[in-house]
């Protein structure tokens, strides 16, 4: 609901001024941090499903009983009761006016009228001022104009897709789980099309960040090699995860890094991805080996090598952005496909 606006930012508000952070608490603080510098009111936007990551420091640390900290909040309602939503936001839709009435946050709801809207954000703006507090702004739907989509970034060869269909056609019997975004959705399809279809796969569809921790849980706690495909904005969110892992994870994990340097499922803006060296992080943390492929024979020598050693591994994949726009999405819900691995964990 924000991308068109996410993208006019990108393209036309000097990067100084509009910071990508890796998480939305991040950003509430960052935003703190701005206004105790310079007196000026920071704006924050976010996904209502990244509430959960921004209510610690919007009590412990922007609330009026802590440090009163004014910022204007610009948050996606997705889930709306009344909207057709995908399940993972159904129940934050539910929630989103309720928590922030819970936090003592006021809030306005935008709508398509243009007029009104602008008289909605000045309130706001003067509420959030005069209260020295944060001022939430909904957006319920389609209500910024579209904007021109970001350039794929074709930095490298390899396509994510190309890289989930060779990985599928390589694995056996492994337990697959596929951080959120298009990946999953891509996976998903892949999988369909194979003439037996891997059936213990766990697509996770919200929980940004966290899929590798369940990833964890179960290779902990099941004798299957497990294999973690991550995206670089999901593990950028809690890149702390990477030392847990690394010190519990039995010696065969596989964690994939598909890295397109973008957040791609909400406009493609940039992530760090491409500027920082994961694999280094990954062997600072503890893993036993890693990779950094960029190229298909790159990837090709390590399916046919690498991968078979037991070994706690890290594997960055680099690929271009872009994805197709008839991507199918799951065709069970997401309680049927965790039941189907349940019973798949099970039957070994």
Known sequence: MLKSLLIYFHQNINHSQHIITANEGLAIALAAGYNISTGKLPLVYMQNSGLGNAINPLTSLADQEVYSVPMLLLIGWRGRPGKQDEPQHIKMGKITSTILEVLGIPFFILSEDESKNFLLIDEAIAL????????????????????????SNSTYPLSREFVLNELLHHFRDEVIVCSTGKASRELFELNQHLSEPLIKTFLTVGSMGLANHIA???????????????????????????????SLAKDDFVHILINNGCHESVGAQPTLGFDIDFCAIARAC????TYCIGKEQELISWLQTGYAAKEKQFVEIRVHSGSRSDLARPTKSPLERKDDLMKALKSK
């Open 128 to 151: 959030t001022v005069s209260q020295q507090k944060p001022v939430a702004l909904l957006v319920p739907g389609e209500v910024f104009e579209e904007s021109p989509t970001l350039s």
């Open 216 to 246: 964890l849980g179960i290779d902990m706690h099941s004798s299957q090699r497990m294999v973690m495909i991550d995206g670089d904005g999901s593990l950028l969110m809690h890149m702390g995860s990477m030392a847990t892992i690394a």
């Open 286 to 289: 503890g893993y036993q080996r």
